[in-house]
């Protein structure tokens, strides 16, 4: 799996020289000396996934497959909760699926893998491995759907999907990438428009209240829109280098994929009426966030409502007595876990305390606790949070009674201290000098733009910078209408307020 490039910048997180030092000792890039090379790192020594043999794929270990089923879980359990229901479609589908609905197959033309021999049977008609479902979902719904009392059609489905990419970068652009994706058919348009708003908040929760990621809401520009929808909305974060990563994306398709697949039905009135389609996705790429967004120069962060350990127990002491220390360690996992919590005991033999506790820093696990003989005796604990570098010397009960509080402060601080970044390497810009200095600065950037997209595409040739949405009105960030003039070609601003510009993943 290739790189995609050096990304360093002013925007790392910098540490100080000692810090920088003590990582290097760790194995792991500083952010500040190689942002690109801190993240291939982790991504491999944290144990999250690995090369695979087949170019541009990646393997996702147990560690990473552990934190991809929480995130699995924690959403499916939403969607069922909003009535959907998940099934699974074929990943072949024919190759003239994709040509009928034509933005559609001239967006993801480039990104296609074709099968065109089974055996040694040469096809009439190549497959394509799917890029994403809408063409299949909507060939199956035409022969699903009679009457208007069969919708609204709420379908989700988890897998994979496969895109060409030219230059990869684990869990962010690999040629196949786990992700979710969630088709719905109503009867109206306001119900389907309601849908996909729905779903997008639904993404914008799970990753403040879950993941602890600021994210923007807001639409996209017709530039940037989905191919083959009326409207695309998306959420945006901000990674420690400055740069944007599209999160999760919510389509209204309006009626184009139900005319190109016959999906239509009989209204209460008797007339036929095509099908208002949606489709919304989020992918693999939010551990890429994840990564990037709280991670710090020995390794990842956690946040502990999706971390797979919350609490990690590294007994500590001499062979003679490390067989007690791992029995205490192991019944004080279980009052932990009585009380919810996901812990772990780190009872390997032969490693030092030392290379223990790096280990499960590079991890990111949120507490580390060591159970010692003086510490067993004295009925106290060590008590390390991943977050700062102190340890706390606290009484057992205690330390075992306060975890849920420290584990929700910990939460509330990475999102705190994410937001706050996000905010501080965000400036408002009303001239293009202004705009190309901020961003080669490594920010985002809010300004007027005229809607033009010939504009967009001049603005990402001299800048490399792309309008990540239009943000919402109710937004948690960067929300005021206003008016003004574009600040590329100064024709009158188009959306009422400042577009969000960055540089992206």
Same mark, same amino acid.
């Given at each position: 799996m290739t790189n995609d490039g050096k990304q360093g910048g002013n925007q790392s997180g910098k540490q100080g020289r000692g810090q920088d030092k003590k990582a290097q000792q760790y194995g792991v890039?500083?952010?500040?000396?190689?942002?690109n090379?801190?993240?291939?790192?982790v991504v491999r020594k944290a144990d999250l996934a690995d090369h695979s043999p087949v170019a541009g794929a990646?393997?996702?270990?147990?560690?990473?497959?552990? %934190?991809? &089923?929480?995130?699995?879980r924690d959403l499916d359990d939403r969607?069922?909760?909003d009535?959907?229901?998940n099934l699974l479609f074929p990943t072949l589908i024919p190759m003239d699926f994709i040509m009928k609905e034509a933005d559609h197959v001239e967006g993801f033309a480039p990104e296609l893998f074709t099968v065109s021999k089974i055996g040694?049977?040469? %096809?009439? &008609?190549?497959?394509?491995m799917r890029p994403t479902s809408e063409t299949i979902v909507g060939h199956m719904w035409s022969g699903w759907l009679n009457s208007y009392r069969d919708l609204p059609f709420l379908h989700n489905q988890w897998g994979s999907v496969f895109r060409a990419e030219l230059r990869t970068k684990p869990f962010l652009r690999t040629s196949e990438f786990f992700w979710q994706e969630g088709h719905t058919a109503h009867a109206t348009e306001e119900e389907a428009r309601a849908e996909v708003r729905q779903q997008l908040d639904v993404y914008h929760a799970f990753c403040r209240d879950v993941l602890a990621l600021p994210v923007v809401r807001g639409e996209k520009t017709a530039s940037e829109r989905f191919a083959g929808a009326e409207n695309t909305y998306s959420i945006e974060g901000m990674m420690r280098d400055g740069k944007a990563l599209q999160s999760g994306t919510s389509h209204y398709l309006g009626q184009n994929f139900s005319r190109a697949f016959d999906v239509k039905f009989q209204t209460k009135e008797q007339r036929e009426e095509y099908a208002y389609t949606t489709s919304w996705g989020l992918s693999s790429r939010i551990i890429g966030a994840l990564i990037m967004t709280h991670g710090d120069d020995f390794g990842l962060i956690m946040p502990p409502n999706i971390a797979p350990i919350q609490v990690v127990i590294v007994p500590v002491g001499r062979k003679d007595d490390f067989a007690q220390m791992v029995a205490e360690g192991q019944q004080l996992a279980a009052e932990l876990r009585a009380q919810g919590l996901r812990a772990h005991v780190d009872d390997r033999e032969g490693l030092t305390n030392g290379f223990k506790y790096n280990d499960w820093e590079l991890k990111g696990v949120p507490v580390r606790i060591e159970v010692g003989p003086r510490d067993l005796e004295a009925g106290q604990l060590v008590v390390k949070n991943r977050t700062n570098d102190e340890k706390e010397t606290l009484g057992r009960v205690d330390a075992v009674s306060s975890m849920?509080?420290?584990?929700?402060?910990?939460?509330?601080?990475?999102?705190?201290r994410a937001k706050n970044f996000m905010l501080e390497n965000t400036v408002t810009v009303d001239t293009y000098d202004e705009f190309r200095a901020a961003i080669e600065d490594g920010k985002w950037v809010r300004a007027f733009h005229c809607g033009d997209p010939q504009s967009e595409r001049q603005i990402k040739e001299e800048t490399k910078a792309t309008a990540r949405n239009v943000p919402f009105d109710d937004a948690e960030f960067f929300s005021e209408r206003e008016e003004g003039v574009c600040v590329h070609t100064g024709k009158p601003a188009a959306y009422g307020k400042r577009l969000l510009f960055g540089r992206q993943y």
């Open positions: 890039t500083p952010q500040s000396v190689d942002f090379d801190w993240y291939n790192e990646m393997v996702v270990k147990p560690y990473g497959t552990a %934190l991809w &089923e929480r995130i699995q969607f069922k909760a009535g959907h229901q040694t049977e040469e %096809l009439a &008609e190549p497959y394509v849920d509080a420290r584990l929700d402060g910990i939460q509330r601080h990475l999102y705190e």
